[in-house]
């Protein structure tokens, strides 16, 4: 789900949270067919299928999705 309505700039880096109240990862986004994939630059442990990714450009939400 894109806030903007649009996907955004998938050739920029952006803070992620893939759990409630954790700290933003750096990661990339990336569509692969119709699914957008991200990449965190650390190694994330303990996400589960059905959680939420929350994709920021700084302080802003600019999206977020259900993790598969």
């Not at 894109?2 to 952006?14: C, H, M, N, Q, V």
């Not at 109240?21 to 750096?26: A, F």
Request: charged letters at 20%.
């Amino acid at each position: 789900h894109w806030i903007a309505g649009t996907p955004a700039d998938l050739s920029r880096t952006y803070g992620v949270r893939f759990r409630y109240r954790q700290e933003k990862v750096p990661g990339k986004i990336k569509k692969i067919e119709d699914v957008y994939v991200i990449y965190p630059e650390t190694s994330q442990t303990d996400i589960a299928s059905g959680q939420i990714a929350v994709v920021y450009d700084g302080n802003v939400c600019v999206g977020s999705g259900v993790i598969s």
